[in-house]
């Protein structure tokens, strides 16, 4: 299985911080590689798919980039919505995995 | 509006079964491979299963493998996963998804639905 290290594990900001996000693959996830936000009690959401490509409806603020092991999620001016967490997960191979998450907190 | 509703949730014991249901709306549901995803209480997620959209490939996660199973009616729009011999550890709210598989090679899970908690306890 491909095993997902996301760091941090948990991230305190403030409104309007811009913040880069981590995911590190045991293994090359090629262009499968996604970013999900989850809300409190929600389900969670498609922010990134294939690495870069920014979902439709989901604020230019946030860009991916990546290859191979290394992978990235940055959130520019940081919006009271956007605190969350924040899961990366691979589709490169099967089983598809997901990071154990990135906790963003309002400092 | 693209929509996924899960439902079967419930308390059930140890070596226990259960069905969980996912009903869809706003799309054409023969048309995408769908998911099963889980998260236990205050934990990340975990994959569960995956069906092909005319339910001839199902993929799963070994730590449900024989367990449980996933299959999905066209005709009615919906998808399920049986669980038998249910554990403590399959205690999670299981999500169901749609797989968004362009020609590319690459795919995610695009929407979930808002979830059905599963508790195995005696």
């Known amino acids: 299985d491909i095993q997902m290290t996301q760091s941090p594990s948990s991230l305190s900001a403030s409104v309007g911080d811009r913040v880069t996000l981590t995911c590190r693959t045991s293994?090359?996830?090629?262009?499968?590689l996604n970013w999900y936000r989850q809300k409190p009690g929600r389900a969670p959401e498609v922010l990134i798919f294939?690495?870069?490509s920014v979902q439709s409806g989901v604020p230019s603020r946030f860009s991916g980039s990546g290859s191979g092991t290394d992978y990235t999620l940055t959130i520019t001016s940081l919006q009271p919505e956007d605190f969350a967490t924040y899961y990366c997960?691979?589709?490169?191979?099967?089983?598809?995995?997901f990071g154990q998450g990135t906790k963003l907190e309002i400092k | 509006e693209v929509q996924l509703v899960e439902s079967g949730g419930g308390l059930v014991q140890p070596g226990g079964s259960l069905r969980l249901s996912c009903a869809a709306s706003?799309?054409?549901?023969?048309?995408?491979?769908m998911t099963w995803v889980r998260q236990a209480p205050g934990k990340g997620l975990e994959w569960v299963a995956n069906?092909?959209?005319?339910?001839?490939?199902?993929y799963y996660v070994d730590s449900v493998k024989g367990r449980f199973s996933i299959s999905r009616d066209n005709a009615q729009n919906s998808m399920y996963l049986q669980m038998n011999s249910l554990r403590a550890e399959d205690t999670a709210v299981y999500f169901c998804?749609?797989?968004?598989?362009?020609?590319?090679?690459?795919?995610?899970?695009?929407?979930w639905g808002q979830g059905t908690l599963v508790t195995v306890s005696s």
């Open positions: 998804g749609r797989i968004i598989l362009p020609s590319t090679g690459t795919w995610w899970f695009d929407p």
């Open positions: 706003g799309f054409t549901f023969s048309s995408y491979w």
């Open positions: 069906i092909k959209k005319d339910g001839s490939e199902k």
């Open positions: 293994q090359s996830a090629g262009n499968s």
């Open positions: 294939s690495v870069s």
């Open positions: 997960q691979q589709t490169a191979r099967y089983p598809p995995t």
